[in-house]
């Protein structure tokens, strides 16, 4: 198992500052456009970088960006042991802002093929995108007749859908309107049917980013 890390520095985010837990950095970088933020060993050199801009801090430590492009390379590479189920799926949303246009995915997590992608839509937030996303795939394998497992990087959105409802703060507009009617048809679908597939939560401190993510993060 990787090693975790001790500190998150968010250069941008909603609060930017040095935070101990991926919880406590990721509230403050979900659904924020543009968010830079790298988890780090020691307070030391977390604090080093969050005195600096990223780009200048990474500037100055090569090696890091190195070792990152060859973390990544090893996760394509290696087949998954000691970690997600290789044959399963994983959602992510995107969502440029908070509330943002947003839009979702589902991915294979083996091959990273791309089973289904929606939006963009109006006026979302992404915790919405990734409940969507959950109910989304739940529905597509049930109608397949096909049992597997769906990751999420979302404890929220998976909470939500284990109490069948989407209880988010976001206001219906009419900008979102189209966004609300899918999450009353989701919300519907979940109290009509059960599913055989189990949703998990991605473990992104141990395995790295959600094989469905966007790519946004800066």
């Not at 600096?52 to 500037?59: I, N, Q, T």
């Given at each position: 198992?990787?090693?975790?890390p001790n500190y998150y520095?968010?250069?941008?985010?909603?609060?930017?500052?040095?935070?101990?837990?991926?919880?406590?950095?990721?509230?403050?970088?979900?659904?924020?456009?543009?968010?830079e933020y790298k988890a780090?060993?020691?307070?030391?050199?977390?604090?080093?970088?969050?005195?600096?801009?990223?780009?200048?801090?990474?500037?100055?430590?090569?090696?890091?960006?190195?070792?990152?492009?060859?973390?990544?390379?090893?996760?394509?590479?290696?087949?998954?042991?000691?970690?997600?189920?290789?044959?399963?799926?994983?959602?992510?949303?995107?969502?440029?802002?908070?509330?943002?246009?947003?839009?979702?995915?589902?991915?294979?997590?083996?091959?990273?093929?791309?089973?289904?992608?929606?939006?963009?839509?109006?006026?979302?937030?992404?915790?919405?995108?990734?409940?969507?996303?959950?109910?989304?795939?739940?529905?597509?394998?049930?109608?397949?007749?096909?049992?597997?497992?769906?990751?999420?990087?979302?404890?929220?959105?998976?909470?939500?859908?284990?109490?069948?409802?989407?209880?988010?703060?976001?206001?219906?507009?009419?900008?979102?309107?189209?966004?609300?009617?899918?999450?009353?048809?989701?919300e519907a679908w979940l109290?009509?049917?059960?599913?055989?597939?189990?949703?998990?939560?991605?473990?992104?401190?141990?395995?790295?980013?959600?094989?469905?993510?966007?790519?946004?993060?800066?």
């Open positions: 198992m990787a090693k975790k520095v968010v250069w941008r985010g909603y609060q930017p500052g040095i935070y101990a837990t991926w919880a406590e950095c990721s509230a403050q970088t979900d659904g924020f456009s543009g968010a780090f060993d020691t307070r030391e050199l977390a604090e080093e970088a969050f005195r600096l801009p990223r780009s200048e801090f990474m500037a100055r430590h090569p090696e890091l960006a190195q070792a990152r492009e060859e973390k990544r390379l090893r996760r394509r590479e290696l087949p998954l042991t000691g970690g997600p189920v290789r044959d399963s799926y994983a959602v992510d949303a995107a969502c440029s802002g908070n509330p943002g246009p947003l839009e979702y995915r589902c991915v294979h997590v083996a091959t990273g093929a791309e089973l289904f992608r929606q939006g963009p839509f109006a006026n979302g937030t992404n915790n919405i995108g990734e409940f969507l996303a959950i109910v989304h795939a739940l529905a597509l394998f049930k109608k397949r007749g096909v049992r597997t497992t769906v990751y999420s990087d979302s404890g929220t959105a998976i909470a939500w859908v284990r109490r069948k409802t989407c209880r988010t703060k976001l206001a219906p507009d009419e900008q979102n309107a189209p966004l609300f009617e899918l999450i009353a048809r989701a109290h009509n049917n059960e599913t055989d597939s189990q949703i998990l939560k991605w473990k992104t401190e141990d395995w790295g980013e959600i094989p469905a993510d966007f790519g946004r993060k800066g």
